[in-house]
């Protein structure tokens, strides 16, 4: 266990029992006249000695001075009881702790904790450290070093000193606390999200809300469990926090992480979980209309684009012929046309796309849109049906 952080000097305790004569008796070397039991006096201390009223003294006792107990006249026997002092009467010098790089680290980094005593050189002293909760011995070592430190270290520590050839220790200096915290964390997110289809380039992105200054490095990890550094080359763009992975580059399997990296405090980041990229063939929506049959002239009409990876999407819609110069582009899945005309009649397209340069879907089947002025028996059976069909599919 640690030394109190008392003062208290270290003496020796000597007790000798005698006879009380009316002459002088020698004590350890100390010549001290019994009185006699008539005149009640007891020996007394000086700071040169130990004396008596008639005059008598003793040999020099260093500074403090010794302690004795009253003799009592009416007891033939006395107790002499001389507390020698050890000659150090030097105040214990204080040890003090400084950290490095601070009392508050990160997980991995690495600490150093220095012990000096204050006043004094470094070469004439012994050194100790103490842990507590629980309490345990970690060093004796001026400095304590910790080269990637863990949760595990958290906690208070102590030092003090003993002087080297000497029986002289340092007060024990005041308790530090150190505390370790997680890196910060880092998220990846993926664009367009998951699946994505063949031909379609991925951007990753990679962000730390906390402290700034970060830099991003990148890692794949194959289907065959290989993991390799990803920088800029002709399949992937390196632009800050994000990385854009080319479409003939992306691999269905294929993992993903990133973990941030900055000059100061703390100077790296966890790394992010993996994250998958699934690959699916170009896919093909379906074109479908609100009207089964004829479309009555003047009456409104809705055609529908439907895809069902239907996230981020716009689509595009092309009358007469697979044109893309003739394309309407619209922000939802429909395309409406409130009241038709005999020029809306003719085949319609559609195709959806995304991102920044555009990916585009397969074009759909065509869907032949028929205006009349006067609709037949068949006609509005069937528009009554799909109608019917509509709110039946909806509900």
Known sequence: MPRSNSNNSHYLALSTLASVQPHFTTYTGVGVPNPSPESHISPVISKTGLQTPEGARDAQLSDPPAKVLPVSPYNHTAMLIVLIHDGNTDERPKAIVS??????????????LRCDIQGEGVSNWQYSWNK???????????????????????GKYTCEGKERGRLRYSQISDAVRLTVSDLPRATLTVEPESPVFRGESVTLKCEIITHDGWTYQWYKQDTWRSLTAVSQSVYYTVNRDTLTIREDAVINGDQYQCRGERRYRPTSSQYTNFVTLTVKEKPKPELTSSHKGAALIGNPVVLYCKLDQSAGWKFYWIKHTQNPENEIKTETHSYAISSVSVSDGGQYWCRAGRGDPVYYTHYSDALWIRVTGKLSATDLVLNM???????????
């Open 99 to 112: 950290i490095q790089p601070d009392k508050q680290v990160f997980i991995g980094e690495t600490v150093t």
């Open 132 to 154: 507590y909760d629980p309490y345990r011995p970690v060093s004796n070592e001026q400095q304590y070093r910790i080269n990637s430190v863990t949760e595990s270290h958290r």
């Open 385 to 395: 049906a799909y109608k019917l069909h509509s709110l039946y599919t909806a509900s």
